[in-house]
């Protein structure tokens, strides 16, 4: 049996809420791994550290045992496996990262989550993941030395910065030549490798006049296989030597006495094995840092061994160069639980992962607050930022999960309040099981699962999970009476609780959730139970022992319920995460199935896209929703492209919603909808209808809109505002910098004091309880009276001078008036810029790409761009120019130049 047979018999189990890989037999305690045979003993070790090393990749768990001895008392684990743990985590603390349990003849093995922060004195040398071999070595003196882990890191993270310096030249970029060519040109004439290798024959039993040293190595042909020894050898020596200064594998010289002994003629056919070795160099894994993907610089010559004058049989030189990247003697041996599976991380991911860091953008620092970085973040994590001028997540903690000294508090109590008097009996049943605890949280849901993107259960009353002192975190889920599918429910919600808490929020502590299933009798008999496996008892280092500690995981609980994909993705090509408001969460945390309907009002900059967004995917889940079965409605075709972009939803224009027809469609959300026009029907009232359609189960129809960005004077096809109930409002500004955000203020006013028509004054009344997020600074730059040409030319120099500062196309959007200018702009700009090298417009239905948008204020309505410029924001109904200033305003997060055209 192979070792990859061997591991196969790893299991995931699925009936806990954990990572739980079940190894099978082990032979433990130290006198019995003793007697194992060698064979056996090293088998049983690389599958329990195969198992150690996919937890602390994937956010921790338990590694089961079944003890294959029979000791009747509690057995160590054995100093053999011990160590190799200590290996794997790079420290002598095995209890930084391993805790053991001995339960009858199962014997646990708890796995914290990796994590650099654990080294704090270390963190920057700390690899990302954990692994058994890098399968890397660099070559000193006359030896391989492979690289753990740590060495790995620095080795890669050198060769990066290397490459970026060099840029397009990187070493190893001139060919390698003849083999004759040594790394060290100005020896080439004294140097005796240079006068050897310049034959193309050498004699049988003559000693080379040099030995092995740093760029030489000596090897003789084995007397088996020759093709097969060539192809096992060549993996060792050869990545050593490109990851180090180049030089020779010399194959048919004995390394003891230097002599040439070669390998005869009949043994080996010279073509075949110059093909042999040039095919296993080519298969060896590699990996590029510089631009131009440069090969594995290396030469192959068969030398001819000559007896008295007749050809014996070859000798082998194969020359490698220094590589610019990194070369491999195989993939990386790294494993990771993928969808219950354990897998082992190709090369590629391996050095993506291990090199993972947080962005690396001067205006990301400056106007963003870093929540979670991956620098002391486990495997899995994403970095985490928040607006500055808004709450931190600690803020946010205190805030919605307060934990208070001496108290154990129901949260929401709004929500406990109503689930109580809801349900006869349920307050009892919670008290009797939480009666035990004198300090925590106890947080209520109706659907932990949806809360956590998770399909809803129907036969659930309410979810509750309790953090509380002296203990792990407990998921509680009520249901009325039995059901077939109860516990695999809760086990499931937990577990993603977990693996998200750890994954997603950070967490870097001992973590696991205990799931228990609660009945809720009609004549209040209630019942528990913990489901059909048998709960595994966590040691005592996973029970919260203070305040700090509940704190910290109710951050990541933070992070896990109020993050979202942040638009800044997109710019700057990783995945980063925001986290909403407090305000934001409110309405997010409705309960849908009172509040079907809902008109949600926000300032400009205030979120509401994002929250459609988040609205969409809840319904998802909390409906068991197809994503076309969703419908989202605006009235432009940017806005509609950027949403459909998602998969989440089936998106249509007002235009295209009044033709259609929508059978399959369930519930609505309409977005921007201040701007929507009654011309082509009542696109409210079908809306409605569509929701409606079932009667006993309505669907939802959210509306967000802003009056203040009202783009036209005709009706919009909104009910009245006495109407419009019920109704939310957001009214903190969370988008623009802080010279925007005052210059749009002012042009609020302006539309507040002297609004269209078509706007309803009271709806306006909201932007006097405006809160504006502070802490960002920006860039207002206006200019009237200016020439076309002058123009063109500030954008084009303004724009040079940030992308030498590390800004690139796809911050900047250019704004127009009317799809008209878009076209008597893009010449004259094209032309300025031709001073820039990445000169590309493309209009607002394209965000994604590494481009400026050229296109209308109206089309650019809901999306954002860091730098705005807008050139001569007119219109032709005066009444709407302020509004058309807000939207144009709204649209820049850091930097707005607003351009005006001198009167003709």
């Not at 002599?259 to 990996?287: Q, W």
């Not at 969808?339 to 690396?360: N, R, S, Y």
């Not at 495997?379 to 154990?408: A, C, M, N, T, W």
């Not at 409605?633 to 509609?640: A, G, W």
């Amino acid at each position: 049996m192979n070792m990859e047979e061997h591991h196969s018999s790893l299991v995931v189990e699925s009936s806990y809420p954990d990572l739980v890989i079940n190894v099978g037999k082990v032979t433990l305690g130290e006198r019995n791994r003793k007697k194992l045979q060698k064979i056996q003993r090293e088998q049983e070790k690389a599958k329990v550290l195969k198992a150690a090393c996919a937890l602390l990749n994937s956010g921790g768990g338990v590694i089961q045992l079944e003890m294959a001895n029979n000791d009747e008392h509690p057995v160590e684990m054995g100093l053999d496996l011990e160590e190799s743990l200590r290996t794997l985590i790079l420290s002598s603390n095995l209890q930084a990262f391993f805790k053991t349990k001995q339960q009858g003849r199962c014997y646990y093995i708890f796995v914290k989550s990796w994590s650099s922060d654990t080294f704090p004195e270390d963190s920057s040398f700390t690899p990302r993941i954990c692994s058994l071999s890098s399968s890397l070595c660099r070559r000193s003196g006359t030896s391989v030395l492979p690289m753990d882990s740590r060495e790995a890191f620095r080795f890669l993270k050198t060769k990066k910065i290397n490459a970026k310096i060099l840029g397009k030249e990187p070493l190893g970029k001139k060919p390698f030549g003849k083999v004759v060519k040594v790394i060290h040109q100005d020896l080439r004439n004294s140097n005796p490798t240079y006068q050897v290798f310049q034959k193309d024959q050498l004699e049988y039993g003559e000693i080379v006049p040099f030995p092995e040293s740093q760029f030489m190595e000596f090897k003789q042909f084995s007397t088996k296989n020759i093709q097969e020894y060539v192809k096992n050898i060549i993996p060792r020596y050869i990545p050593a030597f490109a990851n180090t200064e180049g030089g020779y594998l010399c194959i048919g010289v004995d390394d003891g006495s230097k002599k040439v002994l070669g390998c005869a003629k009949e043994k080996v056919d010279r073509d075949s094995l110059k093909k042999k070795i040039e095919n296993t160099i080519y298969k060896l894994p590699c990996v590029h840092f510089c631009q131009s993907q440069c090969q594995i610089d290396f030469t192959v010559k068969i030398l001819d061994v000559l007896a008295e004058g007749e050809l014996y049989g070859y000798a082998c030189v194969i020359g490698v160069k220094p590589f610019c990247g990194a070369l491999f003697s195989e993939a990386p041996c790294s494993w990771m639980v993928k969808d219950k599976d354990i897998c082992k991380l190709a090369t590629q991911e391996w050095v993506g992962m291990v090199m993972d860091t947080d962005p690396d953008s001067t205006w990301l620092c400056k106007d963003f607050e870093s929540q979670l970085s991956l620098s002391s973040g486990p495997p899995l994590s994403r970095p985490v930022y928040s607006k500055k001028g808004l709450e931190h997540k600690k803020d946010l903690q205190r805030l919605l999960f307060p934990v208070l000294p001496g108290h154990l508090k129901y949260i929401p109590e709004s929500l406990w309040k109503e689930l109580s008097s809801q349900n006869e009996g349920l307050e009892e049943l919670i008290n009797r099981q939480i009666h035990s605890f004198s300090q925590g949280i106890l947080i209520l849901s109706r659907s932990w699962a949806v809360d956590l993107n998770l399909e809803e259960k129907q036969a659930v009353i309410c979810d509750a999970l309790l953090i509380a002192w002296d203990s792990p975190p407990i998921l509680y889920t009520i249901l009325r009476e039995q059901d077939a599918d109860e516990q695999s429910y809760c086990t499931s919600t937990a577990f993603t609780l977990k693996q998200k808490l750890v994954n997603m929020g950070g967490y870097s502590g001992n973590l696991c959730v205990i799931s228990k299933v609660l009945h809720l009798r009609p004549e209040s008999n209630a019942e528990s139970s913990e489901g059909a496996a048998s709960p595994i008892d966590y040691p005592r280092s996973y029970y919260f022992a203070n305040t700090q500690q509940m704190e910290a995981l109710l951050q990541s609980l933070v992070i896990v319920l109020l993050g979202f994909r942040s638009f800044l993705s997109d710019q700057l090509g990783c995945e980063v995460l925001n986290l909403l408001t407090a305000k934001q969460y409110e309405i997010f945390s409705k309960n849908l199935r009172k509040n079907k309907e809902l008109f949600i009002h926000g300032l400009p900059g205030s979120g509401k896209t994002i929250m459609a967004v988040k609205i969409m995917e809840k319904i998802r889940n909390m409906f068991h929703c197809e994503a076309n079965e969703i419908l989202y409605i605006c009235e432009n075709q940017p806005l509609r492209k950027f949403i459909s972009d998602k998969k989440i939803c089936h998106a249509v224009t007002r235009k295209t919603f009044m033709k259609d027809d929508f059978q399959k469609i369930q519930h609505i959300i309409v977005d921007e909808a201040q701007n929507f026009r009654s011309e082509d029907g009542d696109w409210y009232g079908k809306a409605k209808t569509i929701t409606q359609r079932d009667k006993d189960c309505p669907g939802i129809l959210w509306i967000f809109l802003d009056y203040f960005q009202t783009n036209h004077v005709e009706c919009s096809g909104l009910p009245a505002l006495s109407a419009q109930y019920p109704r939310e409002e957001l009214t903190r500004v969370v988008r623009n910098a802080h010279q925007i955000a005052e210059y749009l203020q002012s042009v609020l006013q302006e539309v507040r004091k002297n609004p269209p028509p078509n706007i309803p004054p009271g709806s306006l009344q909201m932007l006097l309880e405006a809160d504006w997020a502070q802490g960002v600074q920006g860039t207002l730059n206006t200019k009237d009276n200016l020439t076309l040409n002058e123009i063109v030319t500030h954008v084009a120099d303004t724009c040079k001078r940030l992308f030498e500062r590390g800004y690139s196309p796809k911050d900047v959007a250019v704004l127009v008036s009317t799809t008209k200018d878009v076209e008597c702009y893009k010449q004259e700009l094209l032309r300025a810029m031709r001073k820039i090298k990445v000169v590309r417009f493309t209009n607002a239905s394209d965000m994604s790409g590494d481009h400026i948008v050229l296109d209308s204020v109206r089309r650019f309505s809901g999306l954002e761009r860091n730098i705005v410029f807008g050139i001569h924001p007119e219109t032709v109904e005066p009444a709407l120019l302020h509004n058309i200033l807000v939207c144009l305003a709204s649209r820049a997060n850091q930097q707005l130049h607003i351009l005006w055209l001198r009167d003709v």
